[in-house]
């Protein structure tokens, strides 16, 4: 198995069709021990739910808010007191509040905008430092990765979460200069629009997932959570021992398209070219 005894601290496990989930299950296939965490309240408690679904018993449940320093120390004394070492981190966090997304870019306040780059984006820093000392003692070296969507262009209704996204992708780049001396590799997969409770959070979230599969070369299922697991079991496996600081496209082959593909019957033949 890829993750035979790897042991990963894993966020954002929400619902069942969550991504985080996704990676979770397949992680714990593959032979990982997997810590949940999430933020406090609420969302603790879907994920101690949700946790039951999974296909063993996480070793433990875990809460901290990401924008607070000493709940990530609290987060990293916790785990410390399980395990002497994490081989691999997923950070699934993000959050904008209501006025800075569906079209009102223009008009969003710093407030709001402020908001979203903590939690969405300076959160990977500050969640990975938390952790560094247990990631530093991972035997074979340890991986850091975090969700990402695309953030090269602009998308409908996607407004200042692009930009945080955007920040995202830098903190990875630079996260991997810094840590890769230390054995700790960080990257972000890049995924297609998935149809859970985060992705129908975003007003007109509808407007970038109906026609996604036409223009994806690949074809694209907004409720297929495994190829994104997939892949995060790739980058938590040592298979990925070279790979740091990059932006792996899990979306079909969506980014890399200019203008909608053609569908088989209608492209043209040799001799029409």
Wanted: negative net charge; hydrophobic residues 45%.
């Amino acid at each position: 198995m890829l993750l035979d005894g790897k042991r990963l601290v894993i966020s954002g496990v929400l619902t069942e069709d969550s991504i985080a989930f996704g990676i979770a299950r397949q992680a714990m296939e593959h032979g990982a021990d997997v810590i949940l965490t999430n933020a406090p309240g609420r969302p603790s408690s879907i994920m101690g739910r949700i946790a039951k679904r999974l296909p063993k018993e996480p070793v433990a449940l875990l809460s901290a808010d990401v924008t607070r320093p000493e709940e990530l120390e609290q987060l990293a004394v916790d785990t410390a007191a399980v395990w002497d070492h994490v081989d691999g981190m997923l950070h699934a966090i993000a959050y904008a509040p209501a006025d800075a997304l569906g079209g009102n870019f223009l008009n969003t306040p710093w407030e709001s905008v402020s908001t979203a780059m903590h939690v969405s984006a300076y959160s990977l820093k500050a969640m990975t430092v938390a952790l560094r000392p247990l990631l530093e003692k991972a035997p074979a070296g340890a991986s850091v990765m975090s969700l990402d969507f695309d953030a090269q262009v602009a998308w409908p209704v996607y407004d200042w979460m692009g930009p945080t996204k955007a920040a995202l992708e830098a903190v990875t780049r630079y996260l991997a200069r810094d840590l890769g001396p230390l054995g700790i590799r960080v990257n972000t997969i890049s995924a297609g629009p998935i149809r859970s409770m985060a992705g129908k959070s975003i007003p007109g979230f509808e407007v970038l997932a109906d026609n996604w599969h036409q223009r994806a070369p690949l074809g694209w299922d907004v409720r297929d959570t495994d190829v994104v697991a997939g892949t995060a079991t790739y980058l938590f496996s040592d298979l990925s021992r070279g790979v740091t600081g990059s932006i792996l496209h899990v979306d079909g082959g969506y980014h890399a398209m200019g203008a909608p593909t053609l569908a088989p019957a209608l492209a043209p033949t040799p001799a029409q070219a």
